[in-house]
């Protein structure tokens, strides 16, 4: 744990305490909620995609929770701008890792991934291959 570490650090907790893209969308192509009953997140994802019902042009997040879902969540919502559905769905608890640059434990990475599995329930909502209320880490 050298140098790096810290500095990813601390950009969780500006992610954390300034988080980039908080609220909602006033006309979301798709909104999902989603939860880790373990640690009491919630996070909601309003994505709204471009005209070619394929390319995600805005993300916004809302909810509560640690810091590590909070920063991942506002880290993803920029991350995801310009990308695909395709290439959403395609991450995976790795890219979100690699996102926030430190070695997280096992119990934290279900909070590290929320925002991640509920953009991607979302889309599959919206693309008719998945039908859930709600997203929950839990297996």
Request: aromatic share 4%; glycine share 8%; charged share 30%.
């Amino acid at each position: 744990m050298g140098l790096g570490s810290d500095m990813y650090r601390q950009q969780i907790l500006d992610h954390y305490k300034n988080p980039r893209n908080y609220g909602q969308l006033e006309d979301p192509t798709f909104t999902h909620i989603g939860e880790n009953p373990m640690c009491g997140d919630e996070i909601r994802m309003d994505v709204e995609l471009e005209n070619d019902e394929e390319t995600i042009e805005r993300v916004a997040f809302s909810g509560d929770g640690c810091a590590i879902s909070q920063a991942a969540a506002s880290m993803l919502s920029t991350e995801l701008r310009g990308k695909t559905l395709e290439e959403l769905q395609a991450m995976d608890r790795d890219d979100i890792i690699d996102m926030l640059g430190v070695d997280i434990s096992p119990m934290r990475v279900k909070c590290a991934v929320l925002a991640e599995k509920v953009a991607q329930d979302g889309a599959a909502i919206y693309q008719g291959d998945l039908d859930v209320e709600k997203t929950t880490t839990e297996d």
